[in-house]
């Protein structure tokens, strides 16, 4: 069973930038990010494929969120810079998409980090 800690959630000012790191006890192949605010559903925000070569975002933060992952400690991150009260949410980290980057089927989730924006 692949175990995924998220850290690097916090409490930030609108426009300040924040890094989530997302480290997997384990090799993985695709991983994500998707985010939960309150009273809404979760939704996708960021993929990459084990390469690395291949990211996919949501249109919410395409110019201002940033993938990356590296392989040899099995992490993948995601850079927010220019972030909005509306980003405000718990941040998951998933691992192994089973039938697409951008779709809630993912085999491994993390437990989620907590990103709070105050305007």
């Known amino acids: 069973q692949v175990q995924l800690v998220e850290s690097g959630g916090g409490l930030v000012q609108a426009g300040d930038s924040l890094r989530l790191s997302c480290a997997a006890s384990?090799?993985?192949?695709?991983m994500g990010w998707f985010r939960q605010a309150p009273g809404k559903e979760r939704e996708f925000v960021t993929a990459?494929?084990?390469?690395?070569?291949?990211?996919y975002y949501a249109d919410s933060v395409k110019g201002r969120f940033t993938i990356s992952r590296d392989n040899a400690k099995n992490t993948v991150y995601l850079q927010m810079n220019s972030l909005k009260p509306e980003d405000t949410a718990v941040y998951y980290c998933?691992?192994?998409?089973?039938?697409?980057?951008?779709?809630?089927?993912?085999?491994?989730w993390g437990q989620g980090t907590q990103v709070t924006v105050s305007s």
């Open positions: 998933a691992a192994n998409p089973q039938s697409g980057y951008t779709q809630m089927d993912y085999a491994f």
């Open positions: 384990e090799r993985v192949a695709g």
């Open positions: 990459i494929s084990w390469s690395g070569v291949s990211k």
